[in-house]
């Protein structure tokens, strides 16, 4: 038995804590032996149908009262689960099905678990030639014992972000997350006896599913759990939860604690919630602005939301979920560098006027990861110099599954590639400054579409997390950009002049050029991933 079902087994035996969904219709308070018993079940019905050691499952599923013990019921027949994509109303579902059938073939899954709300899809996937089951009928059937598993088995076939036309699939083994659990819940002083997670975040993200439905389970923790269309239909769902579970941690990306903040000023009177229970409020998965942290803070301040809970924090499935994490109780460290510098000479030289730039610290490495960053020729630079970030550790995957096979991620020294710019300070603390291939380069300088993306934001009018940088000629002598931003005026052509006018004249104090075009679109336009990043490249069409 791996070290990862041994002690998710025996630890669903010995916890006193539960696990909690449904909400806010519905809760319904589990224990972890019950979510075991229920998995046993689910084992029990997918030995019936054939799957065994090393298969590949694909899951469907949107109710994380299901998606826990199947994962688990998955994990004790020995095979992988891989969290589909799910469609929401904003899918174009005839393209959903294309990009879903493409993953099925890729992971050659031996079985597909559907469930509520998305049995409508059971007969298309059922052409595909996969045993379809649902999760009511797995459940049927009489428990079974886990088969034994090595530490070397698959146990998630993660998607990456925009896993589209080639899909590809992070291989996370029974130790990747053994190591990332520990090295996490040593960072954050976890404390299984006292500590409540309440999450929201999707289980078909890394982030959602390893850090906060996996790890939980593995570890036996409080954890309340609800979908993310839960949170879209009802921001004030999320504070009312930790109020209600005196929740000490969560997580989400950048763009929902903006959108928190907004609705805690617009929609909630001081005293309706209390936040004063949470001491870590994770903020990853996407770049974090430290303005959004700022506005959040005060928004959250007449709710008891302390500073110092706010923990900024780096990591992608590569690496199981994290890389690094912000000290417990520091709150958002700041880095002031010069704009001008960090752009043309890409270094971070720490300034307090004229042109700054603000990065947020990421802090440091988690114990067991190992970091350094290179330039183009795959030399070390000094520290607060500006090169692509690489990994290395007992939690890194060793690669991916796709069309074409095994693709490694690591190269012969074991180091990951990133793909993130950034530096590292004198204390060793992680700051990242964007994506390599977004990056614009205009004059030898490296311009970064989060910059001109938070400049945009800054415009009335445009919606929150709706604005897009879009790198055009890319490659020639003298790239540029074009900015793409959603508004609710988008039909009122005086409003969308106005708007135009403004994201250009905000862009270029921000970043001393101007952008090429700006296009006012309809909300829901923009391209995002399922997770909410957003799809640059695939905004391109919306500009040109």
């Not at 998305?118 to 996969?130: D, K, M, R, S």
């Not at 130790?175 to 520990?182: D, K, L, P």
């Not at 090169?387 to 096979?405: C, D, P």
């Not at 614009?440 to 910059?451: C, E, Q």
Request: glycine content about 8%.
């Amino acid at each position: 038995m791996s070290q990862f079902t041994e002690t998710m087994y025996d630890n669903a035996r010995r916890s006193v804590r539960a696990f909690i969904t449904g909400e806010p219709d519905a809760p319904l308070r589990q224990s972890w032996l019950e979510v075991h018993e229920r998995a046993a079940r689910i084992a029990g019905g997918l030995a019936a149908a054939g799957v065994g050691p090393g298969d590949a499952v694909a899951v469907l599923a949107g109710a994380p009262v299901e998606i826990a013990p199947t994962a688990q019921g998955i994990w004790m027949r020995g095979a992988s689960a891989t969290m589909v994509h799910q469609p929401t109303p904003r899918t174009d579902l005839a393209r959903w099905a294309d990009e879903t059938t493409a993953i099925i073939r890729m992971l050659a899954a031996t079985a597909v678990v559907v469930s509520e709300p998305f049995l409508a899809a059971a007969p298309l996937l059922a052409t595909l030639g996969v045993t379809v089951l649902t999760v009511e009928e797995l459940l049927a059937h009489d428990p079974v014992r886990p088969v034994a598993t090595d530490d070397d088995a698959i146990a998630l076939l993660q998607l990456t972000s925009g896993s589209t036309g080639s899909p590809k699939a992070v291989q996370i083994t029974h130790a990747n997350i053994v190591a990332n659990a520990e090295a996490m819940t040593a960072a954050c002083d976890f404390d299984l006896d006292t500590d409540v997670i309440v999450s929201w975040l999707p289980c078909f993200h890394d982030m959602g599913m390893t850090g906060y439905l996996t790890v939980p389970m593995y570890f036996g923790a409080e954890l309340v759990k609800v979908t993310p269309m839960d949170f879209l239909r009802d921001t004030l769902l999320w504070p009312r939860l930790i109020d209600k579970y005196r929740g000490t941690m969560t997580a989400a990306p950048n763009f929902a604690y903006t959108l928190l903040a907004k609705r805690l000023r617009r929609q909630a009177t001081p005293g309706q919630f209390d936040l004063s229970s949470l001491r870590w409020a994770l903020s990853g998965a996407e770049q974090v602005d430290p303005l959004d942290m700022e506005d959040l803070c005060a928004a959250g301040a007449p709710f008891g939301l302390r500073p110092g809970a706010m923990i900024p924090a780096y990591g992608m499935a590569e690496t199981t979920v994290a890389v690094s994490f912000s000290p417990c109780g520091g709150g958002m460290v700041v880095d002031q560098v010069d704009a001008h510098l960090l752009s043309a000479l890409h270094r971070a030289v720490p300034a307090t006027k004229g042109n700054v730039r603000q990065l947020v610290s990421l802090g440091r490495p988690l114990d067991g990861m190992d970091i350094r960053v290179v330039d183009e020729d795959g030399s070390e630079v000094a520290t607060r110099g500006v090169g692509v970030i690489e990994v290395r550790g007992a939690a890194v995957s060793a690669g991916y599954t796709t069309v074409a096979g095994f693709l490694s991620a690591q190269d012969e020294l074991g180091w990951y590639d990133t793909g993130d710019l950034g530096y590292l300070t004198e204390t060793g603390e992680i700051v990242v400054c964007g994506r390599l291939k977004d990056v614009i380069i205009m004059a030898g300088r490296n311009i970064y579409p989060t910059d001109i993306e938070r400049a945009a934001s800054r415009v009335g009018g445009v919606r929150a997390g709706c604005a897009v940088a879009v790198r055009l000629d890319a490659g020639l002598s003298r790239e540029t950009f074009a900015v793409a931003v959603e508004s609710t005026d988008f039909g009122d052509d005086d409003q969308v002049r106005r708007v135009q006018r403004q994201v250009a004249h905000e862009v270029f104090a921000e970043v001393d050029v101007r952008p090429r075009n700006v296009a006012v679109l309809a909300p829901g336009t923009i391209p995002k991933t399922a997770s909410g990043k957003l799809r640059r490249a695939h905004a391109l069409a919306l500009v040109s």
